[in-house]
T-cell receptor, first 112, second 111 residues
């Protein structure tokens, strides 16, 4: 089954404790992206990757890192999480930047 | 302001009625897409309409695109309670390497 998986689905952590949210897709898509969704602010792009070893900042990259060492995986790293990073995070993949995006189920992160 | 802005922000109708949502954008696009999101879940792609197309259908969905007005509409006919969700438009902006999402329309279908 074609899908995008994210782990964990829910996470409660404390300020400053490094964490990684994994994202994996099995559709051989070149383009992958991370979004955060907050009430009243819609979906905002954090980082995206056009292909392996090619990543770039989205609209709200501060406080986040990503890597794309393999085509299928695109982890999101929060080196020192802060409460303002409490949000619902989505990973998505597509053949290219303008194509249909396939979304993961989301990761609800709470930073205390 | 947002590249894609949906209108209305919220819509509540009776089951069986038609629901219409609108999306306006500011710059030239390659395509415009509509997505659906059930509460707290991942977005699901509904339909993609290219800049050289004016109308597209998929089941009970009808999407129109007017590039001269920089606007699109999503019509859901014969609505069902299961259509209750948030609906987002997303634009593939020319020259950008991303989709830009609007803030969505929250649709509630009352049984």
């Amino acid at each position: 089954e074609a899908q995008v998986t994210q782990n964990p689905r829910y996470l409660i952590t404390v300020t400053g404790k490094k964490l990684t949210v994994t994202c994996s897709q099995n559709m051989n898509h070149e383009y992958m992206s991370w979004y955060r969704q907050d009430p009243g602010l819609g979906l905002r792009q954090i980082y995206y990757s056009m292909n392996v070893e090619v990543t770039d900042k989205g609209d709200v990259p501060e406080g986040y890192k990503v890597s794309r060492k393999e085509k299928r995986n695109f982890p999101l790293i929060l080196e020192s999480p802060s409460p303002n990073q409490t949000s619902l995070y989505f990973c998505a993949s597509s053949l290219s930047s303008g194509d249909t995006q396939y979304f993961g189920p989301g990761t609800r992160l709470t930073v205390l | 302001s947002q590249q894609g802005e949906e209108d209305p922000q919220a819509l509540s109708i009776q089951e069986g009625e038609n629901a219409t949502m609108n999306c306006s954008y500011k710059t030239s696009i390659n395509n415009l897409q509509w997505y659906r999101q059930n509460s707290g879940r991942g977005l699901v792609h509904l339909i993609l309409i290219r800049s050289n197309e004016r109308e597209k259908h998929s089941g009970r969905l009808r999407v129109t695109l007017d590039t001269s007005k920089k606007s699109s509409s999503l019509l859901i006919t014969a609505s069902r309670a299961a259509d209750t969700a948030s609906y987002f438009c997303a634009t593939d902006v020319q020259g950008a390497q991303k989709l830009v999402f609007g803030q969505g329309t929250r649709l509630t279908i009352n049984p």
